[in-house]
């Protein structure tokens, strides 16, 4: 994705949003990953991103285990596994085993089932494989704790027997001198000691001529002396002479092993990857949880339908001060792809525009977004944005120069597939020429069907967005009476920038006040006084709507409850109707016609067979399906009742039911093969294959 200035990323502070994810990541490489998170063009790079990180943050919110626990940096391992002659430790190779242990765990994982329900997690590790024989060599050669086994060649078995052997005859020698010298009064320690990899006696130092032997050193107060007792020394050489020997076939025993592994050295890359991108994909998966994170639906062309769209910055700030954080609502697509804010200031117009730059950057870098599901996005190849003051020391450029200079670049490199945002549109030069340059340059936009975001005060620019094709008017809601702002995006007309309100609620003069209304050219002043009129009176009719739909859903859900009640007492009354005429189905009468027949023959068998248990079993079993298919007939029957099949194919907003359980809900989406389904308040992935189309019945057909 090409971006324009160069610093626009930092402007909509996307780093902040790499830094957060970094820190949800436990590897170099998912470190790496985040930190060099780049923005895609692609809608396919951008759907399987997305699904991955959607599918892991469902994994977290049903409490089921994904087997990536191992943080494992094994760079250096493997870079030393691909040169030839290069030895690994039994710590390092033991790690490469934790490695494949690791891809084995997460192949075995995905069983038929998790392979379709979550097909993109799946999809990493579909052209790789789990080679078991690197384990093998391993453990051939390496115990648990890392440790050369005796048995891992016929020479170091021999060696290693031989060591034990000279090295039980050197303690028994050793306890010898030990002993003897002891009783003699010559030792100053009779604990045994170690010197030079030596075993040594500690000896008084007026009596270390009176031992054979070899002196080794003295303490710092040359008070005792270190002596190699002359019954173990040619024991010590021999000792130290086979664990040389020892060391040496290790050595070779590693090698050898290194170099078995070394033909696994681009798989064993490959599962380091492969962790690497997991640990990513669940960093993803966990910022989403912190900021609310959803995924949206996806569109091949160029369109922005944000609905609760949150900044997500601003949210997880909002959220550590317990304060409340106000969504908004946008739309731009072919019609209306031009958005011009108006307001007063401080009103959070630049919020705004920020939030759905910031929005539209973690989507096209595969980051789920604070926005609602059913929100729809389009993916853009360019994204532009003048923010703030762009004055250039460096080229001698004024603010307002710059700003030109900017919407230059804007207007001859803009087409259908760029997002700009542009802040305060001709703010740094007279306004009414600043004005006439802003109007040019947003007819210019339009006609190059550019989508984007345009925040600013001038009427004139409010007045345009009514009649150039393809821009629209949104304005900043705002309190007139306590003099804050709302944060609230209102669409489909201009707001007023409060000049004089405000001006007159801070205590400013009167006269003051009335001096600058007459240097405002009336029809200047009237219109801003219409806008503030109008914003207040939307306010109130929001308001009383708002009212309004909180009555209906009061009278809804008191219907209801009627119905319900109603419901219930007709049932009641059917089946008194039902006690009183002794009425039994035929069907019914054969069941209990059958029972009987089969509790006969249990009786039967009670009294022949010592098995009881087994007999008790054969009871339940009968009874117990019974009544588990009478509580799945009543399901199928209510549904029935409710619901009549029409067929068809099914499409997006439709009610359907699942043919495998019977449950209806409402189609929210269609992705491939599958569909999401809303069943409640909880989505569900299922096949279109098992989904009917149904419709409600009428309440009187029903009640039949």
Sequence with gaps: MKYFPDSALMQLEFDKVQALLQEHCKTELGKQMAAELRLHTHIDYVKTALQQAHEYKQLTLLQEHFPNDYVLNLKNELRLLSIQGAVLSGEQLMLLRKLAESMHSIVRFFDHDRRVQYSGL????????????????????????????????????????????????????????????????????????????????????????????????????????????????????????????????????????????????????????????????RAKSKLALDMDGNYPMLSPHSQAHLVEAYHPLLLLYNRKNKKPTIPLNVRLDNDNHILVISGPNAGGKTVTLKTIGLIQLMLQAGLLVPVHPSSQLGIFRQLMIHIGDTQSLEFELSTYSSHLKNMKYFMENANGKTLF????????????????????????????????????????????????????????????????????????????????????????????????????????????????????????????????????????????????????????????????????????????????????????????TDDKPKVIKQAEALLFRKKEKQINERFEKKVQDKFLEIGGACKVGDQVKIRSNGQVGKLLEIRDKRGIVKLGNIPMNVLLADLVLVRERPKEEAAK
């Design 122 to 281: 799946f999809g990493v590790i579909t052209h790789t494989h789990y080679e078991k024989k690197i384990v093998a060599l391993i453990d051939d050669v390496l115990d648990e704790t890392g440790q050369v086994r005796d048995n891992a060649s016929p020479e170091l078995e021999k060696i290693r027997m031989s060591l034990y052997r000279k090295r039980n005859e050197l303690r028994r020698a050793f306890e010898r001198s030990l002993s003897k010298l002891s009783k003699l009064g010559y030792l100053a320690d009779t604990e045994e000691a170690f010197l030079n990899g030596r075993r040594v006696l500690a000896v008084f130092a007026e009596n270390k001529r009176m031992v054979k032997g070899i002196l080794h050193g003295e303490s710092d107060t040359r008070r005792t002396a270190f002596v190699e007792p002359e019954e173990t020394i040619e024991l010590n050489n021999d000792v130290a002479s086979l664990e040389r020997e020892e060391n040496k076939e290790v050595y070779r025993i590693l090698r050898a092993l290194t170099a078995a592994l070394s033909q696994f050295s681009a798989l064993l890359n490959n599962y380091h990857d492969i962790l690497g991108m997991y640990d990513f994909i």
């Design 421 to 608: 945002f542009i802040d305060e549109l001709g703010s740094g030069s007279d306004p009414n020429l600043g004005g006439a340059f802003a109007e040019v340059i947003m007819e210019e936009l339009a006609k190059k069907h550019a989508f984007g975001i345009v925040t600013t005060h001038y009427l004139n620019l409010k007045v345009m967005a009514n009649k150039v094709k393809g821009i629209i008017n949104g304005a900043m809601g705002f309190d007139e009476e306590t003099l804050s702002p709302m944060y609230k995006l209102i669409i489909g007309k201009p707001g007023s920038s409060y000049t004089f309100s405000i001006a007159q609620r801070i205590g400013l003069h009167p006269s003051l006040i009335s001096r600058a209304r007459n240097l405002v050219d009336e029809g200047h002043f009237q219109l801003d006084k219409l806008l503030n009129k109008a914003e207040q009176d939307l306010q109130k009719v929001e308001a009383k709507e708002k009212e309004l739909q909180k009555l209906l859903k009061e009278n809804e859900r008191l219907k209801r409850e009627y119905e319900i009640l109603s419901d219930k007492e007709r049932k009641t009354q059917q089946v008194t109707v039902l006690k009183l005429q002794n009425q039994i189905k035929e069907e019914e009468l054969q069941y209990l016609k059958d029972m009987e027949r089969k509790m006969k023959q249990i009786v039967v068998e009670w009294k022949r």
